[in-house]
């Protein structure tokens, strides 16, 4: 029984003449299925004349494969639309849409089409996929470029001239955007330490201090105190281990409605410093106002690490803690590996970019990884390439969600080619990618093909 056979039995037909003309699901029953078959064996095999017996083939029999369709009123399949991973095995975020049909009596009045379209592409961006596309026939390539799809190049299916389409996903560029854009015009005049410009952490002139101060978004501190509070000692001590150097100490400076909402906040800043053995030195405590924090963090080194050292030729590599799970509450968002680690496991992770000294490093920030190497790379000069399969990656995290997620430990180094693996105790190692000429960050698929991701200039901070 459809929706509008429940309103027509309410009595409510002035809903039921008010409604879509038609909605768009996931084909989940082999009757559904059946339909949407017959709909491209009528167009493709017997009106068209494309394929000679039927239009299957391996991705209909496809587990990952998805089918949208388009229903009526009356529940009748009017159009659908398949989609699902390019590669076999690991889904690395590249799908393919295709066998797009519309029963020709809804064709030229009702959108089918391009509905079925729109909505394969929001399921492709919800799924984490970064890179979409489909063969359309010849005729087809204006229809698709008014829906803002991109012409690749010509291909043949089925003996018939089709053009391969892609459709551009701007997830990373829009969260680097949000995240880091407003840097540069907002920090003009702001001296910095040269050779350090953009770096989480700054070297302390005529010492060996290095000082990290970062604040947690006071929404997150609202709703998850606790977490906020771990969160903020873990962002400032990734920020001094990205240096290379050892942390000594924090201070803190908090905002709370209340003593009972601060001491939910303070007691995640003390699990913290207890599991990374780093002591809160002071701070500064408010009550009565807006929850805010943010915590300063002092480490030490003779020899930091700037995060602006990379040139062209040089290894990217990542080193992250793909244990644990997503944080509850920020699916997609922000990954928990460091709540279940013990001090040993931490201080191990924090010491793997001094272990080795690369030529620069980042640790990952809200912009993700991709954001956070086209920082890396932008303070170097250059631009940079990432190889999507050799990403390391949790297995329930998707491509698209992990290139954009704050991962709890995760860092990023530049250096020459077969330079020494730091050792990162639970974290894994990958080289996956490298530094090139130019700007910004690309990613790099299995069949060679490069997808821009990230435009050059992340920050408009500039070279370090």
């Not at 963090?297 to 700037?306: D, E, I, K, N, S």
């Not at 001094?354 to 956070?372: C, E, N």
Request: aromatic fraction near 6%.
């Amino acid at each position: 029984m459809t929706m509008a056979d429940v309103l027509v039995l309410l009595g409510d037909t002035a809903s039921v003449a008010r409604g879509p003309a038609f909605t768009i699901e996931v084909a989940e029953d082999a009757a559904t299925l059946a339909a949407y078959h017959r709909l491209r064996h009528a167009v493709f095999v017997e009106q068209q004349g494309l394929f000679p017996r039927h239009d299957l083939d391996e991705r209909d029999d496809d587990p990952r494969t998805v089918v949208l369709v388009a229903r009526d009123a009356g529940g009748t399949v009017l159009g659908g639309v398949r989609l699902g991973p390019v590669t076999g095995g690991v889904d690395l975020g590249w799908w393919q849409g295709g066998r797009l049909v519309v029963d020709p009596a809804y064709r030229s009045t009702h959108r089918v089409g391009s509905a079925l379209v729109d909505a394969a592409c929001v399921h492709a961006e919800s799924a984490g996929v970064l890179r979409f596309e489909a063969t359309v026939q010849a005729s087809n390539e204006r229809f698709f470029a008014r829906l803002g799809w991109e012409a690749v190049g010509p291909v043949t299916v089925a003996g018939t001239p089709h053009v391969l389409m892609r459709k551009p996903i701007r997830r990373i560029a829009a969260l680097a955007a949000a995240t880091k854009s407003a840097l540069g015009p907002l920090l003009t005049g702001l001296p910095g330490v040269p050779g350090f410009v953009g770096d989480d952490g700054v070297p302390v002139p005529g010492s060996d201090l290095v000082a990290a101060c970062d604040a947690i978004v006071p929404s997150m501190v609202e709703r998850d105190p606790e977490w906020a509070g771990w969160c903020s000692v873990l962002v400032n001590v990734n920020d001094l281990a990205a240096m290379g150097a050892t942390p000594v100490g924090l201070l803190d400076a908090l905002g709370a409605r209340d003593a009972s909402f601060a001491s939910r906040v303070l007691a995640g800043l003390r699990k913290a410093s207890e599991a990374y053995a780093v002591p809160v030195l002071g701070g500064h405590t408010q009550l009565g106002v807006p929850a805010a924090l943010a915590v300063t963090a002092l480490g030490r080194t003779r020899h930091p690490v700037p995060g602006g050292g990379g040139r062209p030729g040089h290894t990217v590599r990542l080193t992250a803690d793909l244990g644990g799970r997503w944080r509850r509450g920020y699916t997609g968002r922000q990954w928990d590996s460091t709540t279940s680690r013990t001090p040993g496991e931490l201080r191990t992770m924090l010491a793997s970019v001094g272990a080795v000294r690369p030529a620069a490093a980042k640790d990952v920030s809200m912009a993700g990884v991709a954001g956070t190497l086209g920082m890396l790379a932008e303070a170097s000069g250059c631009g940079a390439i990432l190889d999507v399969a050799a990403v390391p990656r949790p297995a329930h995290a998707t491509v698209g969600d992990w290139l954009t997620c704050f991962p709890g430990f995760a860092m990023l180094t530049a250096d020459a080619p077969a330079a020494p693996v730091p050792p990162a105790g639970p974290a894994v190692t990958a080289d996956c990618g490298e530094l090139v000429a130019g700007g910004g960050v690309w990613l790099r698929w299995p069949d060679g093909a490069l997808t821009e991701v990230v435009p050059a200039g992340v920050t408009g901070l500039g070279r370090a």
